[in-house]
Nanobody, 120 residues
Framework: EVLLVESGGGLVQVGGSLRLSCAVSGVTLDDYAIGWFRQAPGKEREGVLCISSTDGRTYYVDSVKDRFTISSSNARNTVYLQLNSLKPEDTAVYYC?????????????WGQGTQVTVSS
């Protein structure tokens, strides 16, 4: 069974930081790219960042390029999303997802999501 479990979300003030974790089991980071997505209330889900052992890092949205970073630990089979300089518009449920490549059209597995709320 493949599981992706997010953690690390919470309530933070504008300008604050959070580190989200996505613990992966059932597949390895060598075989799957792991992407972070988010969905704000009333909006569609959007891709944020992705990391792959073959393709490196891929940003899906320009608005986070100077503030969010992605990293991984193969030993822990975990992907991290560091959120810095948070803004109210970053408020969303953040999901991690696994697919063969960062730009593959099909996502194979989703996590359950973790809430990030940025207060002004």
């Amino acid at each position: 069974e493949v599981l992706l479990v997010e953690s690390g979300g919470g309530l933070v003030q504008v300008g604050g930081s959070l580190r989200l974790s996505c613990a992966v089991s059932g597949v390895t980071l060598d075989d799957y790219a792991i992407g972070w997505f988010r969905q704000a209330p009333g909006k569609e889900r959007e891709g944020v960042l992705c990391i792959s052992s073959t393709d490196g890092r891929t940003y899906y949205v320009d608005s986070v390029k100077d503030r969010f970073t992605i990293s991984s630990s193969n030993a822990r089979n975990t992907v991290y999303l560091q959120l810095n300089s948070l803004k109210p518009e970053d408020t969303a449920v953040y999901y991690c997802a696994a697919r063969r490549k960062c730009l593959a059209s099909m996502i194979d597995f989703w996590g359950q999501g973790t809430q990030v709320t940025v207060s002004s």
